[in-house]
């Protein structure tokens, strides 16, 4: 029992043998490369297809229904070797028939022996290796980081399935070694000495004779061998450097997932060294929908990740030696341009949603009694133990804004300032400032906020940060606390109080606990430690 | 050295003039211009007329006809051109010319030898 294939040739159907199928495909394949840049190729093709199908037409009969491997080799004995064709005056004689040359090795899926895509075998077929090491690789790079399974299924994408019997040949074709190429590179080397060899006696005979036409062909024939050798080494290279590209590529996705999967975390450098915030919580507090915020997520992700899978399909094109994909960079390029104009876009408008500036004060005089000593305190709010500088926390201390992630609300810190009073009056103004897409925007934005403070008798009781109501966005809400006071007055001020406190010019960070002011007409002196 | 090279040459500019010649006597199918070529011997394989036959009809030297066939797809029949019976006639003409005086040579040579 044997299998066969259907085939048409010349408008008329046959039943071939498997193995015929590929003798004649060859043979076909062959005449082909035969008459490589003939204007008439197809016309003889052609014409070489009709006279095939006419000797097999009277092959068969109905008691013989299929065209064995014998009908095609009689066909190819009435037709004649691709050499026998003519035409080859190009040719030189000896030069191998591509018939005869070991066919050239290309990387398919093997649907045979599929597991899942045919990736894995196609690897084996192609490394010569047995595809269960192929298989146990991917399995360890999945296990490890994740990334085999991106270049599994790009291969699975991008590699072609083996699904013609000359398509199975190729795969299994002769393996790629470093012996091979080793032996290739022996080959060419030699037949460019021939060339060489033949082309200086050709060139000598040629002075004699003075024929232009020998002169112009030989030196095609040397150009031919050295692009032979240039190839090789440009082959390796090419290798060499996709293996290069390759693991940069990986490198990079994996340090991309990560970011958009695992740690979604963006890092600034401020005075603390870098700082790193989550990625998403960020986004969140900017953009003003659900909507802006998925169309730029997915703009970003398809901006970074193109060029990532480009570079890894790249690496694998140059390791594997595969055709470009048609219209494939093309593709890529545009998806890349459309990501870049929608966060564009959707960056504009979020810039925009910061362009005016707006205030909002508020004032409140205090009542104090001359003699007494003002204590300023802070309630508050945050942990014992927090800290601004602490990663996980979004922090720009230009900005003094924060957001913490256990934290729903944002809280930015406050700045407060210690005046003297000019005219006697004890007072607080408290001052939001903000940004929005217009006066108006800006102006509401900074009434918003939500800062608290008291007195209690002789204390002044200030928050440790103010508040956002949820669900507002963060257009740079700022506080500014301003407080007056009449000459002559002391003060102490909580240690609690004292990040935030704005620049005075006799306090310092790490003023002793206890520490007494006085206030003056040159502002803020120390009394007493 | 190239002695198979110089035959081949000399052989294919004869059979441009043989199948242009059998063709201007009635109008012919590749395989009749084979079996013709076949008996003289001037080829063995059939391969050989294609790319000549092309390269004749692409110089306009002949033109063809579909036929049907009962055995197999339509066939191609070849018919020599106006053109074509000329440079024929001129070929021919060279070739008398020609085989008399390598005849002559080859003789005298022969004689000489």
Redesign the interface.
Known sequence: MKKTLTISI???VFHVEEDAYEKLHLYLEA?NSH?KG???KE??IS??E??I??I???NISESKEVITIADIEEVI??????S????D?ETE?GAPSPYYSALPKRLYRDPERKMIGGVCTGLGSYFNIDPVWVRVIFLVSIAVSGFGLLVYIILWIVVPEARTTAERLEMKGEPVTVSNIEKNFKDEMHDLNDRVKDFASKAKSTLRKEKDEFKSRHGDNIRNGLSDVGRIFLRIFLFFLGVIILFMGIALSVVYLSILFKFPVVAVMDHAGLQAFPLYSVIDRIFTSDTDIRTFVTGLMILSGIPLIMMLWGGIRLIFNIPRVKFLAGLAGLAWVCALIITLIFGFKVANSFRYPGEYAREAELEIVRADTIHIVAEKHLPPDFRWEKSGVFYFPEVRMALSNDEEIIRGIPLIKLRNSKDSIARIIILATAKGAFKNDAIENAEKINYNWQQKNDTLVFSDSFILPEGEKWRKQEVRVEVQLPEGTTITIDEHLRPFLGYHKNISRHEKIGTLFMMTNEGLVKVRE | M?I??NNA?MR?GALELCILSIVSREDAY??DIIEKLKSARLI?????L??????L??DGLLSYRWEE?T??????YYRITESGQKVLDGMAQDWTELVGSVERLLKGKAVRL
């Open positions: 010349s408008g008329f005449i008459f003939f204007a008439g016309e003889v014409d070489v009709a006279r199908a006419e097999l037409q009277k004995a009435i037709m004649g070797q691709p026998d064709f003519g035409m005056e004689p | 190239d198979e090279r040459q294919k590749a395989s063995v394989v059939e391969g050989t294609y790319p000549l036959l092309t390269r009809k692409n066939s055995q197999g797809p339509p066939r191609k």
